[in-house]
């Protein structure tokens, strides 16, 4: 009997331990495998189409493919890590040449004031000069002696039409007619000044001021492809409501003191209003590119997939740009597609733009340039640096060498003064913190530290390419 006791003890002991050890193993496996299913993201193909919340309703380039599993163990965005790694290291290394204050910036910037300064009344008929402006390869010429006058008639002229832009992107916005049939796009403000916006590079609503900032830093870095943008501050119940369309009408209520709307659009809702400090809205205005042109929207190949958990091709591929020079919008042949985006990508990453998920160029224009439209997700957080934002640069590693020189004007931090001067003169100054002017210095010297690197890989001959076509 006793013998029988200890036997089943024995037995119990056995099964309970056995169990034990299932349920440890069982655990474990599953551990392990939550892990690598976090670490293990799946790769966006060169053609996939990633669609995101942001772009149902752009137009998607033709081919789709399906998602084919890589076959080895992907690796979490390795291209972007090691080129990150390699900046930041040339950054230590940069020549004290990057740190001086070059000589000639402050000519260029009292040529630009210049401009910016008032040559001659408001008056509606300046829209047509600011039409004549924009041609193939820019928006405003090298020297604009009245575009001082445009900007402030722009900024004042009466609104006589206001309607929903639900048709022109997902963000809320309205588009205005101004007295004389010109047609500009208002983005109300979301947020001071010294909001920081946290999480993913495309974080967040529109910043009207960074649209400001960016069409004066386009014209300082002589990347004149931005649309005209002023810091408007309107009357809603003054000078919008009363020429408001009906269904824009509907949008808009009281809160407290305050009046609000939230338009019509894919980010549109009751639940996202927007509202003016009583009756007074601050946004920005941009003036509408002459109808003669026709925008025609392309996907870009840099494109973010929006996901955590999904990488795009160009986020693990060290020879991406290889693909990209293969596909027929980027032979060198056929225009300066590829410069531009380059431009566009040192341009952003200056900004802290980390949203051009489509690029527009005008349709059936030869040599269009890449335009430098819709900056608004710029400026959202001044301590980031998102290099990743440079891929173009440092995967292709060629740029323009006047965009080079030009940039190169700028070092010593006479970036953020040169900008804050320019911006000084709009009608909503301060345009931006001083947090984020400096940031603008030190991003500068990222873009340096980078354009080092392809020296050193390639050669300056190589890097630096005179471009007929600007
Ligand atoms: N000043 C302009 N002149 C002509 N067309 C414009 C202008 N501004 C915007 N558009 C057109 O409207 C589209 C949407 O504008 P924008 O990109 O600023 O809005 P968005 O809501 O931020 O768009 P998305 O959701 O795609 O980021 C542009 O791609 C362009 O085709
Ligand atoms: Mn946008």
């Known amino acids: 009997m006793r013998i029988f006791n200890v ?79 390699r900046i930041k290291q040339k950054l230590l290394e ?63 002229t009466k609104i006589i039409r206001a309607e929903n832009a639900q048709h022109q992107g997902t963000q809320l916005k309205l588009m205005l007619t101004l007295l004389g049939n010109q047609k500009a796009v208002f983005k109300p403000q ?17 910043r009207h001021n960074a649209e400001v900032a960016a069409f004066h830093l386009s014209i300082l870095l002589g990347l004149r492809r931005s649309p005209l943008t002023v810091g408007r501050k309107v009357n ?17 209520y009281q809160e407290g003191n305050n009046t609000c709307f939230y338009g019509v659009c894919y980010f549109c809702g009751p639940n996202q209003p927007v509202c003016a400090q009583k009756d007074v809205m601050e946004g920005a205005l941009v003036l509408w590119l002459p109808s003669k042109y026709k925008l025609k929207k392309h996907r870009s190949p840099w494109q973010r997939t929006y996901k955590s958990h999904t990488v795009a091709r160009w986020e693990v591929d060290d020879d991406y740009c290889m693909r990209v020079k293969a596909m027929k919008l980027y032979d060198p ?12 990508a040192i341009f952003d990453f200056l900004i802290d733009n980390g949203d051009r ?26 301590h980031r640096d998102h290099l990743d934002i440079l891929a173009p640069l440092y995967q292709c590693c060629v740029l323009r060498k006047s965009t080079w020189d030009r940039l190169q004007l700028f070092s010593g931090n006479a970036l953020s003064t040169s900008l804050e001067a320019l911006l000084h003169h709009s009608h909503i100054a301060p345009v931006l913190t001083s947090l984020h002017l400096k940031a603008l210095d030190r991003r500068l010297l990222f873009v340096f530290a980078t354009v080092e690197m392809c ?9 630096l390419v005179y471009d007929a076509v600007r």
């Open 94 to 156: 940069l020549s004290s040449n990057y740190h001086k204050v070059s000589l000639t910036y402050k000519q260029i910037v009292s040529q630009l004031l210049d401009d910016l300064k008032l040559s001659m009344e408001m008056s509606t008929e300046l829209w047509g000069t600011a039409r004549k402006w924009v041609g193939p390869r820019e928006i405003v010429p090298k020297r604009a002696p009245h575009l001082g006058s445009v900007l402030r008639t722009l900024c004042s």
């Open 7 to 85: 036997i089943m003890i024995i037995r119990r002991t056995i099964l309970s331990l056995t169990a034990l050890f299932v349920l440890v193993l069982t655990a474990n496996v599953y551990f392990v495998y939550v892990i690598v299913e976090e670490r293990s993201p799946s790769i966006q193909t060169n053609s996939e189409v990633v669609v995101s919340h942001e772009d149902k309703n752009v137009g998607a380039p033709a081919v789709r493919k399906k998602v084919s599993k890589p076959k080895q163990t992907p690796v979490y965005r390795n291209a972007t890590l090691s080129a990150t790694q």
């Open 455 to 463: 020296f050193e890989q390639h050669g300056r001959k190589k890097v």
């Open 190 to 206: 979301w947020y001071s000044r010294s909001k920081v916006i946290g999480g993913p590079v495309y974080a967040g609503k529109d």
């Open 236 to 252: 809603l119940r003054r000078e919008v409501m009363p020429v408001a369309t009906n269904d824009l009408l509907e949008t808009f």
């Open 357 to 382: 998920h489509h690029y527009d160029v005008f349709e059936n224009v030869t040599n269009s340039m890449v335009l430098l439209l819709d900056n608004g997700k710029g400026f959202g957080n001044p």
């Open 333 to 344: 042949n056929t225009g300066p597609r590829l410069l531009d985006l380059i431009d566009a």
